[in-house]
T-cell receptor, first 115, second 113 residues
Framework: GENVEQHPSTLSVQEGDSAVIKCTYSDSASNYFPWYKQELGKRPQLIID?????GEKKDQRIAVTLNKTAKHFSLHITETQPEDSAVYFCAARLSYGGSQGNLIFGKGTKLSVKP | DAGVIQSPRHEVTEMGQEVTLRCKPI?????LFWYRQTMMRGLELLIY????????DSGMPEDRFSAKMPNASFSTLKIQPSEPRDSAVYFCASRSQGSYGYTFGSGTRLTVV
């Protein structure tokens, strides 16, 4: 079945630096890739997503890139701020089988932004 | 819209007791998911429903776990009897047929002592 791997599991950066989190997926027909941010003690919340017909999407300081050939996608956060500290989850939408349409989540990356 | 509503927010119970977690999905959402989150395993899908029907419960760890969705606006996840290793945060999420993204509830932090 679909498998989503996420790296790194932890990431520490200095405030103002950039952070990059990478995910790979196995289902070549997956067509939707969201990113969720989970602050400590809170729910995962969708922050950005990308569909397979585009290669990049930006929203202020965050961007997501998709390489369909290599089956990987990445989250880029520029000018990081302490409030960016959270656990980030990537996901890929399953395109086949009885669970078609469901999201398969990566294990998460704990990002720490040091002031 | 109030979003996905879960109750209780926190639950502390003694080993062997029955625990019931509750979820109200967003009105109009056809799919409801139950997840368990731990440090070791991340987000694990336990079971999901489509139009109130359980579709895949292969993630339910043991027979001690059961879930129901008697109508479109309510679901329960029950653990009987509870064990310390069930301690985790349990999230409910929902989505509609025509959308791709999930909306998560605030979660229930379960502690079994």
């Amino acid at each position: 079945g679909e498998n989503v791997e996420q790296h790194p599991s932890t990431l520490s950066v200095q405030e103002g630096d950039s952070a990059v989190i990478k995910c790979t997926y196995s289902d070549s027909a997956s067509n939707y890739f969201p990113w969720y941010k989970q602050e400590l003690g809170k729910r995962p919340q969708l922050i950005i997503d990308i569909r397979s017909n585009v290669g990049e999407k930006k929203d202020q300081r965050i961007a997501v890139t998709l390489n369909k050939t290599a089956k990987h996608f990445s989250l880029h956060i520029t000018e990081t701020q302490p409030e960016d500290s959270a656990v980030y989850f990537c996901a890929a939408r399953l395109s086949y089988g009885g669970s078609q349409g469901n999201l398969i989540f990566g294990k998460g990356t704990k990002l720490s932004v040091k002031p | 819209d109030a979003g996905v509503i879960q109750s209780p927010r926190h639950e502390v119970t003694e080993m062997g007791q029955e625990v019931t977690l509750r979820c109200k999905p967003i009105s109009g959402h056809d799919y409801l998911f139950w997840y368990r989150q731990t440090m070791m395993r991340g987000l694990e899908l336990l079971i999901y429903f489509n139009n109130n029907v359980p579709i895949d419960d292969s993630g339910m760890p043991e027979d001690r776990f059961s879930a129901k969705m008697p109508n479109a606006s309510f679901s329960t996840l029950k653990i009987q009897p509870s064990e310390p290793r069930d301690s985790a945060v349990y999230f409910c999420a929902s989505r509609s047929q025509g959308s791709y993204g999930y909306t998560f509830g605030s979660g229930t932090r379960l502690t079994v002592v």
